[in-house]
């Protein structure tokens, strides 16, 4: 019998590539997207004037307010970064507690959108309040609020399981990475055991010399 877990355990991913090779690419795929969000943050940090919107547009509290959440974001890109390098040297050097992190983080991230998907379901008027929150001058807004609600909502949803597909792909990935890596150990345990016990072996029995 063959588990479930070891039916959709494979070694290759996307490309041809090893699992391995497809996780290290992964993290710092993730991480050079960290990477520029968070340079994006704290130049509009440093720089409020320029990025932020003038006082007659949003009052002081809310500006306030704005760079809160700038700061969190900064903080959670940071820390994105992190579990992503964490990912990243842990497929490199085979240890796999390192992938863990960035592990749960996919599924959490799976986890948001499946809920995105449920609430378009649930509330289907919410993509039209959505489209009239955008500005005048977004492009092609006016034909995308002319179409039905029905088809509407089949366009983000088809989209939604496209990108739910892709995730839980890469989930697939990391997963497999994470499984080779500790088989990897597993292997490299049970063969030191063995090496010793072959020697301790070989030591305890005497020459046949000795023996006559």
Known sequence: MVSPWDRWYSTSCCLCCHVRTGTIILGVWYML????????LLTAL??????????AELANDLDVMDDANMCIASAISLLMILICGMA??????LRAAWIIPFFCYQIFDFALNTLVAV??????????DYLQQLPENFPYKEEVAA???VCLV??????????LGFK????????????????????????YVTTNDTTVSSWAQPP?????
């Open 147 to 149: 179409l039905s609600n």
């Open 46 to 55: 440093s720089d409020p004037e320029q990025y932020h919107l003038t006082s």
């Open 119 to 128: 609430s378009i379901v649930v509330y289907p008027n919410t993509i039209q």
């Open 33 to 40: 997207i960290n990477a520029v969000v968070l340079l994006i």
């Open 208 to 212: 046949e010399s000795s023996r006559s």
């Open 88 to 93: 990243t040297y842990g497929a490199y050097k």
């Open 154 to 163: 089949f366009i983000v949803l088809l989209f939604i399981s496209c990108i």
């Open 168 to 191: 839980a792909y890469l989930i697939a990935c990391v997963w497999n990475c994470y499984r080779y890596v500790c088989s990897r150990g597993s292997s490299e345990i049970l063969l």
